[in-house]
């Protein structure tokens, strides 16, 4: 063998199932956690990710939601990435909750190396970024208010009588 560097590329499914193993373990400081939407998805592309805000931001005590869609291209192509809850801050777009590969550098240069973990980590360092840290929110639970899925349907609204309703199909 030569001086060159031999590389072993662990494939998609293995690389999930790390993750899934790592997310139900639990995480570090246990502000971030994550685990997939559905057991029965055997291409492992539904996740759901957790952050709980940062103290001594406008995001303290709030609880994050976040949806992770993990391609078939995965983890050579970083997941899509949007807030399930309302959040205004820099690198995500207000309307739709996607996080902006463009403007999140993780995911503008994404490496195969990342996790959603990594993701989450790195989205609660931005919360407590000079740019997002004192930023006006939302007001707490309107969560997901107005916000339609890429098939028309409305997930979640409050109408004016209090009534709550969900997958409320838009004509």
Sequence with gaps: MGPEESTVVVPRSFRLLEELERGEKGIGDGTVSYGMDDADDIYMQSWTGTIIGPPNTVHEGRIYQLKFFCGLEY???????????????SVVNYETGEVEPKLFPMLADWQREYTMEDILMELKREMMSSRN???AQPTEGNEEEGRIDPKGVMKCCIIRTSMHCSNAHLL
């Design 75 to 89: 983890p050579d192509k970083p997941p899509l990435v949007r807030f399930e809850t309302q959040i205004n801050m």
């Design 133 to 135: 840290r004192r930023l």
